[in-house]
């Protein structure tokens, strides 16, 4: 995934609180200078969400993080990569997590594609066609709704 931008203290801006006010209290200014105890907190954080990651790796460099390590799936390494980056303070995430398990592809749709002859192609059966909807959930609003030259995420089988 790479480099993944967000707003540094996006909440307390978005709150209409002025600068002065957005000030945080010395002792959360001691924990920003401090970013190995800034780690550990992302890392606590991480780990109460209950991913199921191996070898989490959480760096801090002022307002970056570098997060790295093993996880099964795409889902979960995108929901670790906001998880750390929705933080107070956090501008950027520099993901390096590696998924293990099997990918999603992407799929062009063409003229005369529907969600059951896309699942045909891909899984050997046209009833399947919901795993691929839910992928594509909220881009899709209905299994019907799709047109050629749109890009589509289809899940892995398994």
Same mark, same amino acid.
């Given at each position: @995934?790479?480099? *993944?931008?967000?707003? &540094?203290?996006?909440?307390?801006?978005?709150?209409?609180?002025?600068?002065?006010?957005?000030?945080?209290?010395?002792?959360?200014?001691?924990?920003?200078?401090?970013?190995? @105890?800034?780690? @550990?907190?992302?890392?606590?954080? /991480? !780990?109460?969400?209950?991913?199921? *990651?191996?070898?989490?790796? *959480?760096?801090?460099?002022?307002?970056? /993080?570098?997060?790295?390590?093993?996880?099964?799936?795409?889902?979960? &390494?995108? !929901? *670790?990569?906001?998880?750390?980056?929705?933080?107070?303070?956090?501008?950027?995430?520099?993901?390096?997590?590696?998924?293990?398990?099997?990918?999603?592809?992407?799929?062009?749709?063409?003229?005369?594609?529907?969600?059951?002859?896309?699942?045909?192609? %891909?899984?050997?059966?046209?009833? &399947?066609?919901?795993?691929?909807?839910?992928?594509?959930?909220? @881009?899709?609003? %209905?299994?019907? !709704?799709?047109?050629?030259?749109?890009?589509?995420?289809?899940?892995?089988?398994?």
């Amino acid at each position: @995934m790479g480099l *993944i931008s967000f707003i &540094k203290d996006a909440g307390a801006k978005l709150l209409g609180q002025d600068d002065e006010q957005v000030q945080p209290p010395a002792e959360v200014e001691a924990d920003k200078a401090n970013d190995a @105890m800034r780690a @550990m907190s992302l890392m606590r954080h /991480v !780990k109460a969400l209950g991913f199921d *990651i191996e070898g989490l790796q *959480i760096h801090v460099d002022g307002e970056t /993080v570098r997060v790295a390590g093993s996880v099964a799936d795409q889902e979960t &390494k995108e !929901k *670790i990569a906001l998880a750390v980056g929705n933080t107070a303070g956090i501008g950027t995430v520099d993901d390096r997590l590696e998924v293990t398990g099997p990918k999603a592809v992407f799929y062009t749709v063409a003229s005369g594609d529907s969600l059951s002859k896309i699942a045909r192609e %891909h899984y050997g059966d046209a009833n &399947k066609y919901q795993a691929i909807f839910e992928a594509n959930r909220p @881009m899709l609003e %209905h299994p019907d !709704k799709i047109f050629p030259g749109q890009v589509l995420r289809i899940p892995d089988a398994g």
